[in-house]
C-alpha cells in the first residue's frame, strides 16, 4: 500500500469576508473536497497561519506537501528550509508572484489554479463582447422614454458576425477567452504587451475593433499606456472592456473622452485606485458602467479551483506530468 504523504492547509485568513461566515478553506475546498484529499493524504488538523507558523515546528520537518488559497502566509527562506522535506505548494487561486519566489528558489514545486480563475473572467468578457456586438450598452442607454424607443434609428450594434475583437495580453485569461471566441465568426485578434512582438500595434486595433478587452499583465511599464489617443481613436459606437487591471488606463484621458464620444461605452469591473475615489467622474458619466471587480470566481465558482490542484495533487502522487506548474516563463 502507498504510503499517504504528510500535508497541511496553511492560510491567514481566520474568516472570509465577515457576511460568508466561514474560513476562505471551507469555501474553496468545500462540497467534499477537504474529504477528498483526506483519502489522498495524511494532513495536519490545523490550518498553519505566519501567526502560529513557529508553534508547529515539530510538524514541519515531516510536511511534503502545502495546499492554500487566497491569504497564503508569505513565508521566508529560512522559515522553508525548516521543511526539509517539502515538495510542493498547490495554490487554489491565481496569481502567486507575492509568495513563490522564496519556495521556487529552494526547488520546492508551486502550482496554482489560475486557469481555473481564468475561466469566468473569460465568460464575463464574452457576455460583454456579445452584447457590444448586439449594440446593447448604448442602445439600453438611448431607450429612456417611449419616443426615443420608437424610433427606428436607435443604435443596433454591428453585430457579432466577421467585426473585429481586439484582446490586449496573451496570458491565461486571454487564451480562455481566444477558445470560447472560436464558436463565434468574429475577426479576433490578439495584441501580446510589450514582452512580445504584436500581431498589429496597440493603435491599429484601437481604430479598427467594436469591442477592446484589456488583459495585459500587471506590470509597471504597463501603467497608464491605454490613453486619450486611443480612445478617441475607437471606432463609432465601440466598447471597451477591462477585466485586467485599472492601473494600465489613464483614467483622465478616459474620462475626458468619455465626455467628448458619447457613443463610446467603457465597461470596468476593475479600476484604480478600487472602488474609484468618492466623487469621480467614473460614477456619474452614462456611457461608463462600473462593476465591483465581480469577474473572478465566485461562489461555486471556487470549488473548481480545488479541482484543479486535487487533479494536480494526484498527478504529482501518480508521477505524471503536472498541467498547473508554475513555470519559468511566468516568472
Same mark, same amino acid.
Not at 30 to 51: C, H, M, Q, V, W
Not at 175 to 193: C, G, M, N, R, Y
Not at 235 to 248: M, T
Not at 257 to 267: C, G, I, N, S
Given at each position: ?5 504528510? $500535508? ?7 474568516? /472570509? ?44 520537518? &515531516? ?6 488559497? /487566497? ?15 517539502? =515538495? ?16 521556487? =528558489? ?6 496554482? $489554479? ?20 448586439? %449594440?446593447?450598452?448604448? +442602445? ?6 417611449? /419616443? ?10 454591428? %453585430? ?34 510589450? =514582452?512580445? +512582438? ?6 491599429? $486595433? ?7 478587452? +484589456?488583459?495585459?499583465? &500587471?506590470?509597471? !511599464?504597463?501603467? %497608464?499606456?491605454? +490613453? ?34 458619447? !457613443? ?31 469577474? %473572478? ?25 503536472? =498541467? ?8
Amino acid at each position: 500500500m502507498r504510503r499517504q504523504i504528510n $500535508a497541511a492547509f496553511f492560510n491567514n485568513n481566520v474568516i /472570509w469576508a465577515e457576511k460568508q461566515g466561514s474560513h476562505i478553506i471551507d469555501l474553496v475546498f468545500g462540497s467534499d473536497r477537504r474529504k477528498t484529499l483526506t483519502k489522498l493524504a495524511n494532513f495536519y488538523p490545523e490550518i498553519i497561519t505566519s501567526e502560529n507558523f513557529e508553534n508547529h515546528t515539530a510538524i514541519l520537518h &515531516d510536511l511534503e506537501i502545502i495546499f492554500s488559497t /487566497w491569504e497564503m502566509p508569505v513565508l521566508t527562506s529560512e522559515q522553508i528550509a525548516q521543511m526539509k522535506n517539502l =515538495k510542493a505548494v498547490f495554490y487554489a487561486a491565481g496569481a502567486t508572484q507575492y509568495f513563490r519566489e522564496p519556495f521556487i =528558489k529552494e526547488g520546492v514545486i508551486v502550482c496554482s $489554479a489560475t486557469a481555473a480563475n481564468a475561466v469566468p473572467v473569460a465568460e464575463f468578457a464574452l457576455a460583454q463582447i456579445l452584447l457590444a456586438g448586439a %449594440g446593447y450598452f448604448r +442602445n439600453s442607454r438611448e431607450c429612456i422614454d417611449y /419616443w426615443h424607443t420608437l424610433q427606428a434609428n436607435n443604435h443596433k450594434g454591428c %453585430g457579432n458576425y466577421g467585426n473585429r475583437v481586439s484582446i490586449l495580453g496573451s496570458g491565461t485569461i486571454s487564451t480562455v477567452l481566444q477558445e470560447f471566441l472560436k464558436s463565434h465568426a468574429l475577426d479576433v485578434v490578439i495584441i501580446p504587451s510589450r =514582452k512580445y +512582438n504584436r500581431t498589429i500595434s496597440l493603435e491599429e $486595433a484601437f481604430a479598427t475593433s467594436f469591442a477592446i478587452v +484589456n488583459l495585459f499583465p &500587471d506590470r509597471d !511599464d504597463n501603467v %497608464g499606456i491605454l +490613453n486619450a489617443p486611443l480612445f478617441r481613436s475607437m471606432i463609432n459606437s465601440a466598447v471597451f472592456i477591462n477585466v485586467g487591471r485599472g492601473r494600465q488606463i489613464n483614467e483622465a484621458d478616459l474620462i475626458a473622452v468619455m465626455e467628448e464620444r458619447p !457613443d463610446l461605452t467603457a465597461l470596468l469591473d476593475v479600476q484604480y485606485p478600487e472602488p474609484p475615489a468618492n466623487g469621480s467622474k467614473l460614477y456619474i458619466l452614462p456611457n461608463i458602467q462600473l462593476s465591483g471587480h465581480i469577474a %473572478g470566481a465566485k461562489n461555486s465558482e471556487l470549488i473548481r479551483m480545488a479541482d484543479y490542484m486535487i487533479e494536480d495533487f494526484i498527478r504529482f502522487i501518480k508521477k505524471e506530468p503536472l =498541467k498547473y506548474q508554475v513555470q519559468p516563463y511566468q516568472l
